[in-house]
């Protein structure tokens, strides 16, 4: 009777062993698939991409984008016209990179001081709060690394070059 109780005992406790496995494997398996799926999200940025036409900004243009990181701006306005034929642009090829001198069919006016300048804000861009200078970005549209939850803005505008 001592051997059937002990052979009951190790079959219970077998089967207990088991459940445990299974429950830790099947737990192990969605742990492996959330954090496969986080990891895949963490290889992409979304950011929105601004145009404003003018210095008084009379016409204004929005997308939200998302591409993989360490995607540049000029890849980005690629692929923001592809999706809006507003983000249409053209451009120069220099020694220093990319030179956007047209977008939306508007172009800069070199001899009335109006470019195309670009702005990395931390929000979305206000025309009753505009940016000053201080987010204008040091690089170029090549050298410029969209970040997630930035917001750029590409504003034509008149420069005062007297300073």
Request: hydrophobic letters at 35%; one cysteine or more; charged letters at 20%.
């Amino acid at each position: 009777m001592t051997q059937q109780r002990n052979g009951q005992y190790w079959r219970w406790l077998s089967a207990i062993f088991m459940a445990l496995y299974l429950l830790n494997f099947a737990m192990a398996k969605e742990i492996d698939a959330r954090n496969i799926k986080e990891l895949s999200n963490c290889d992409e940025v979304s950011y929105t991409y601004t145009i404003w036409i003018g210095s008084s900004v009379s016409q204004e243009f929005n997308i939200s984008l998302t591409s993989p990181k360490n995607t540049n701006f000029f890849d980005a306005m690629n692929h923001a016209a592809k999706i809006d034929p507003r983000f249409d642009f053209k451009y120069k090829n220099t020694s220093w990179g990319h030179y956007v001198t047209e977008i939306s069919g508007k172009a800069e006016d070199v001899k009335n001081n109006i470019f195309w300048l670009l702005y990395n804000l931390p929000e979305p861009p206000n025309k009753n709060n505009k940016p000053g200078e201080e987010y204008m970005s040091p690089v170029g549209v090549d050298g410029l690394i969209v970040e997630n939850g930035k917001n750029y803005l590409f504003w034509l505008r008149e420069l005062n070059l007297s300073k």
